[in-house]
Structures are given as structure tokens and as C-alpha cells.
């Protein structure tokens, strides 16, 4: 069974950056899509950025280009999302979430870290 432990956010102000982590267990890594989401309080949760098994095509939101960069370590089994330029819009909990070589639904989720961006 996958496991996902996401950790990073934090409170930060407007205009400042954030590296959020992913921690990934329990299968073999390289075999999953591994994708980033989250949920402003209030909305539904959204598609933040997200590559395929093979750590390619990457894929991200209108809201995350030119800000967010999403990247992996394969020999630490991690995936990460770095934040810069952050905006009061992009308070959410964000989610790490994978899939078993494949990018249309995603299986597994981690429990969220709280991102707070204040004006």
C-alpha cells in the first residue's frame, strides 16, 4: 500500500516562498504518477502541477506557472513543490497524491499541509 506524508507549509507572507515535501513509501517509486493538489477553504479541491511515472510531462495550473516548480528525488523517494511568489489566493491545504502509471485519477493521498499566505 502507497503512503504519502506531505510536509513544508507554514505560515508565510505575501511575495515570500515555501518548499513543500512529499514523502513517498510503500511501493516502488518510479512506478507512480505523482501529482499536487489542494483546497482553499470554501472551494473544491484543485489540480496544482503533477508528472508522470517517468518524472515527465510535466503538467501544472494556470495559477502555479512561472511560481511553482514541481521536482523529485528518486533516490529519497520524495517529490516536492517549490512556491515562490506566493499570494493570499493560494492559502489551501495541499495534498500530494499517486498514481500507478497513469495521470486520469489518482489512488492514493497523503493528509494535507496547511499552506497560510497572509496579505
Known amino acids: 500500500q502507497v503512503q504519502l506524508v506531505e510536509s513544508g507549509g507554514e505560515l508565510v507572507q505575501a511575495g515570500g516562498s515555501l518548499r513543500l515535501s512529499c514523502q513517498f513509501s510503500g511501493r516502488t517509486f518510479t512506478s507512480y504518477s505523482m501529482g499536487w493538489f489542494r483546497r482553499a477553504p470554501g472551494k473544491e479541491r484543485e489540480f496544482v502541477a503533477s508528472?508522470?511515472?517517468?518524472?515527465?510531462?510535466?503538467r501544472y495550473a494556470d495559477s502555479a506557472k512561472g511560481r511553482f516548480t514541481m521536482s523529485r528525488n528518486i533516490a529519497a523517494n520524495k517529490v516536492f513543490l517549490q512556491m515562490n511568489s506566493l499570494e493570499p489566493e493560494d492559502t489551501a491545504i495541499y495534498y500530494c497524491?499517486?498514481?500507478?502509471?497513469?495521470?486520469?485519477?489518482?489512488?492514493?493521498w497523503g493528509q494535507g499541509t496547511q499552506v497560510t499566505v497572509s496579505s
Open positions: 508528472f508522470n511515472w517517468t518524472g515527465r510531462s510535466t
Open positions: 497524491a499517486a498514481s500507478f502509471m497513469r495521470t486520469d485519477s489518482w489512488q492514493f
